[in-house]
Structures are given as structure tokens and as C-alpha cells.
């Protein structure tokens, strides 16, 4: 019989180790590899598999485009995330994604990042971080994104109208 003490070590072996449950906002095919722990929530760190989780749980994505060695994201970071009402609207109501535009992780010739602000740049036709924007389950913008802003109340907003704009595109016109 395994001793209580010994389930103890075990757990806490686990929690040493970082193998937490992926939050309940990802999807079951994401590897650690492809995920990001973003202030105190998960994210996907590639497109591709953000689209994929957001057509499987039916969801609009949350996609957010920052930098590693950016300033003005600490306090950006700050507004939109440890505002609960924001990081529990997002955990609740999107699949996120975390774009960092300054990803040193090579992929073939090129760096993450090189790719990642070559997509922000061919989308969105910025090269600003940090951006938000809020997309539907194929990828496609349905508000216009954001950027820097210092109020949370004005995230939450942009929040709500991304999900109200996504609910409104999945209602089908009679006939």
C-alpha cells in the first residue's frame, strides 16, 4: 500500500516539473512545445494551432502579438491579464493565442519571431506590439485589433464586442 507521504512526494515531484493540466480553454492535441504559460494562463504560440482548438471547441481566438523584450508590455500585460475580469473572460470565451515577435527558435532559414511579425505585418498591416485581435474560427478578423492602451476596462470592452461580433457571424440568415 503506498503511504500518504509518498503520494506527497510524488505530487509535489509533478508540481517541481511544471506537468500541470493544460487549462480548460486548450485543446487535447497541444504539446508543451506549442503552449506558453502568459501570465497566469495558457496560450497556443502558433496560428495554426489556435485555429484548429477554436474549430474544435467552437470558440473565437484570442490572439495577442508582444515581444519578449518589449517595455511597454509589462504594464500592458499588467491591465489586461491580472485584471481578473479580463483573464477569466478570456480563459472562459476564447482560445488564445501568444504571438512573440522576437521568437529566437529557428524554423527552417528563419526565426519564429521573423515569422510571426511577417504574419502581423501581411494581416494587419502593423508592426506594432503589442496588437490584440479577436478572430473567428478560420482565422479572419471580425473587429479591428488594438493596441496599447492603459485603461482595463477598455480591454474588457474590446473583449466583449469581439465575442458579441463572433456570436452574431455564427447566426445564419432565413431564408
Known amino acids: 500500500m503506498i503511504h500518504m507521504k509518498t503520494i ?11 506537468c500541470q493540466k493544460k487549462d480548460h480553454h486548450l485543446c487535447d492535441f497541444a504539446t508543451e512545445s506549442r503552449i506558453v ?38 504594464s500592458y500585460e499588467k491591465d489586461l491579464f491580472i485584471a481578473s475580469k479580463n483573464r477569466n473572460f478570456i480563459k472562459d470565451n476564447f482560445v488564445p493565442v501568444i504571438l512573440y515577435v522576437d521568437d529566437k527558435r529557428k524554423i527552417g532559414k528563419s526565426t519564429i519571431g521573423r515569422l510571426n511579425l511577417t504574419y502581423q505585418i501581411q494581416h494587419y498591416q502593423q508592426n506594432a506590439q503589442p496588437l490584440l485581435a479577436i478572430l473567428d474560427q478560420n482565422g479572419k478578423k471580425i473587429i479591428d ?7 482595463s476596462n477598455k480591454y474588457h470592452e ?16 432565413e431564408k
Open 8 to 18: 506527497q512526494i510524488i505530487a509535489l515531484f509533478f508540481l517541481i516539473l511544471g
Open 37 to 74: 504559460n502568459f501570465n497566469d494562463f495558457q496560450g497556443y504560440t502558433n496560428i495554426e494551432d489556435g485555429i484548429r482548438c477554436a474549430q474544435e471547441m467552437e470558440r473565437p481566438i484570442f490572439l495577442l502579438f508582444t515581444a519578449f523584450a518589449s517595455v511597454g508590455d509589462t
Open 145 to 151: 485589433p488594438i493596441g496599447y492602451q492603459l485603461d
Open 158 to 173: 474590446f473583449l466583449k464586442n469581439g465575442l458579441q461580433a463572433y456570436q452574431k457571424s455564427l447566426i445564419k440568415p
